[in-house]
């Protein structure tokens, strides 16, 4: 590696960890562990029993059930029940007892859910949900992850410009002038 | 329903102790009825009868002292505890306790996201915490961290740690990336290990090892304690990432393909957890197996080579990322390219080469940034959803893969199974994870999983091949693979078992640990 290169790294490397620090709006640590045998107040997870039937189908009902070759439930389901009954959403012929009964007895590839992932309060608002609610009305899965996002103004300027900054982008630039001035001398000279 | 008590506890007893706990965590979170409450606490994904495992009840602790409480009383009674947080731990038990009459302690109401601490790229979780909900809290707080996760995202922080469990990014090992614990010891006594040990730390979850001997592992895969919480550290979230796969075209280039990955892995040129997949898992991802084989018997190889060509992969499928700096990415990418490609046939895939609603591609790109998904789940509905799972591993070497595959394709195809596999390279060792997959509904077909499980064991030891994880019906035959130097291992796990748990009351058996004065059926 080169000098010129090192410090242009250790330039992005600083830039990046500036950027890194933008977005700490938000408190780094939400709540000190504290040092006591009571387990200290926590985040704001909603209680378990307390939520919704959208709350709970999304955090263990929708990465089977969602529409999609994706979902094992859905998956399953096609093949059984036909693509018109792959998705349990929106399944009004769905008795609300039998939905309760699977989910708390399962169903060949799908495991029992206990009364402590879901209570029986929150089992009837989640019935309630699935009988009711058409899938394009459901949560979409986050995408996350890097790439899916778009690059940052800084990672523009540190993996984008500036290593090409003299190799190639100055240089163009000083072409280009002298292309510019060339032709305009010879236009004046004409 | 015949009547489900811990053994050697009275009837009356039994019910003065549930009397007990009920005051401790309210009426509403026991549950004794073997035909109504209990029925979501059994396995049915397991080679025996889900009944012949079931609880005699079920707690459910919500705090620390709750579960200091509960085992006051356990001591008292001498109450059998068979504790988890999450319990989705399938093809190895699940939710089930190892025998009928247990108590379940079931901690899934413990689940607070206690701290996220983007500084230094850590979390401390409780036991409930699973893998979509920490991914969720992520997101919605707008943290720039990674969480690892298992390949079904349903399953708990803290409990796949606990069984050696392994993800797909570079911090794919999750007991090496966890960092701190917090243990209930079996007398109620609060242990926090590393630096949580010392009063005003702020580094519990940054260094681990604190002071005088590392006791975590201990509390691994065990039943020396109950975690209460425990620290993972957080990938940041590199500035590029570049997933790719590639596919092979004979069965037999896994040995110079494992040849290949050693150094890459050895020299961590490619950093995350690799999985190579041959075309049975593949397909069993994406496709039920009757859209796949209609005839009787296992699926042919002349078969399974039409398979690939149908789904555009090949007989192994390697799936790996690269992580860092997106100059760093794409010099290493020419390298890794060019040593993978160097096996006559193999075809590279990256980013939008597959079809959009490629599942195969689409899950495993997920995983490898840490986005939790069930994808994988579908290979359970390849016969009805009996799974059992076995991870023997040896050294990451051509030989071994090769010799492994054929071995265990030879067992499962005589008693009647297809061989559903997939390679994981994780740092230096190869981890070949072989499902058995059958209709638990067909109790030949569960007779023929379980006599070939137990003789998968048997050829592992006589090969050397160690099983990193067991079913509760194989713990002790899987431990008794581990009978080297007359036995050490198994004795000096009884000396701490006995000090530590003078009553026996944490998960008799887990492991093939059982309390010296446990008098009780041992299956």
Redesign the interface.
């Known amino acids: 590696m080169t000098r010129h290169t090192a410090t242009l790294r250790l330039v ?1 490397a600083a830039l ?1 960890g500036f950027a ?1 620090s933008v ?2 709006a ?1 408190s ?6 504290g ?1 006591i ?4 107040v ?2 704001a ?1 909603t209680p ?1 029993g307390e939520r919704s039937g959208q709350d709970v189908f ?3 009902c929708r ?2 059930h969602a529409p ?5 439930g859905t ?2 389901l096609g ?1 059984t029940k036909g693509q018109d009954k792959s998705v349990i959403l929106n399944r009004q012929d769905l008795p609300a007892e039998y939905i309760t009964q699977v989910v ?3 169903l ?10 879901v209570t029986d309060e929150e089992l009837t608002r989640l019935v309630e949900y699935i009988r009711t609610t058409p899938a394009d009305k459901v949560p979409a ?7 899916t996002y778009p690059p940052t103004l800084e ?1 523009i300027i540190v ?1 984008g410009i500036m ?1 090409r900054l003299y190799t190639v982008i100055l240089p163009a630039v000083a072409v280009l002038v002298l292309l510019t001035v060339v032709l305009v001398r010879r236009r004046r000279k004409r | 329903m015949p009547e489900y008590l811990p053994h050697g506890v009275a009837r009356e007893d039994f019910q003065a102790a549930l009397a007990e706990i009920r005051k401790i965590v309210g009426a509403a979170w026991v549950f004794s009825d073997p035909d109504t409450d209990l029925q979501p606490y059994l396995d049915h994904m397991s080679a025996v009868a889900p009944e012949t495992r079931m609880p005699s009840a079920a707690i459910s602790a919500a705090s620390v002292a709750e579960v200091q409480a509960v085992l006051q009383i356990a001591n008292q009674y001498k109450l059998p505890l068979w504790t988890y947080g999450n319990g989705k731990n399938f093809a190895y038990g699940g939710p089930a306790p190892k025998q009928a009459g247990y108590l379940v302690l079931d901690l899934k109401r413990m689940n607070r996201i206690l701290e996220v601490n983007e500084e230094s790229g850590y979390c401390l979780v409780e036991p409930g915490v699973s893998y979509f909900q920490l991914y969720q809290h992520l997101q919605e707080k707008g943290y720039q961290l990674w969480i690892d996760c298992a390949a079904p995202g349903w399953g708990g922080v803290i409990g796949n740690a606990l069984e050696h469990g392994a993800g797909y990014t570079p911090y794919a090992d999750h007991l090496l990336f966890s960092c701190g614990m917090e243990v209930l010891l079996a007398d109620g006594q609060l242990l926090r290990t590393g630096m949580g040990a010392m009063p005003g730390s702020t580094s519990w979850q940054l260094f681990k090892y604190g002071f005088g001997p590392y006791v975590d592992g201990m509390f691994s895969q065990g039943n020396f304690g109950i975690i209460t919480k425990m620290g993972f550290w957080l990938m940041p979230k590199p500035p590029a990432y570049k997933p790719f796969m590639v596919t092979y075209e004979k069965e037999e280039d896994i040995g110079p393909l494992m040849e290949i990955l050693r150094p890459l892995k050895m020299n961590m040129v490619i950093q995350n957890g690799v999985v190579i997949e041959h075309i049975s898992y593949s397909a069993s991802v994406q496709r039920l197996r009757k859209q796949l084989w209609d005839k009787p018997g296992i699926i042919p190889d002349e078969r399974w080579r039409e398979i690939a060509k149908e789904l555009k992969l090949g007989m192994w499928n390697i799936y790996g990322a690269l992580y860092g700096l997106p100059e760093n990415v794409e010099m290493t990418w020419q390298m890794v390219q060019h040593a993978l490609t160097s096996i006559p046939g193999a075809k590279v895939y990256l980013h939008g080469d597959r079809p959009a609603d490629d599942p195969g591609w689409n899950y495993r790109e997920k995983l490898m940034r840490g986005e939790p998904n069930m994808t994988e789940f579908n290979l359970v509905n390849w016969a009805g959803g009996g799974h059992l799972n076995f991870t023997p591993m040896a050294a990451m070497t051509g030989k071994n893969a090769w010799e492994m595959f054929n071995t265990f394709k030879e067992l499962l195809n005589r008693h009647g199974f297809d061989m559903i596999c997939e390679e994981v390279a994780m740092f230096r060792t190869m981890i070949t994870l072989v499902m058995i997959m059958f209709d638990p509904r067909d109790e030949d077909a569960r007779q023929r999983a379980d006599a070939c499980a137990r003789e998968l064991v048997a050829i592992a030891k006589k090969h050397g091949y160690g099983e990193l994880k067991a079913n509760l019906t194989y713990m002790d035959i899987i431990a008794d693979m581990y009978d080297g130097q007359d036995n050490a291992r198994r004795k000096v796990n009884q000396v701490i078992k006995d000090a530590l748990d003078p009553n026996g009351i944490l998960s008799p058996g887990k492991s093939g640990i059982w309390p010296s004065n446990w008098t009780g059926p041992r299956t």
């Open positions: 992005a990046l890194g977005p700490l938000h780094a640590t939400e709540a000190p562990a040092d045998a009571t387990s200290p926590a985040d997870t378990v999304v955090l263990f990465a089977c999609g070759p994706q979902h094992p998956t399953k093949y708390r007895n399962g060949l590839g799908m495991p029992p859910v206990r009364p402590t992932d899965e986050h995408p996350g992850g890097a790439y990672q993996f290593p």
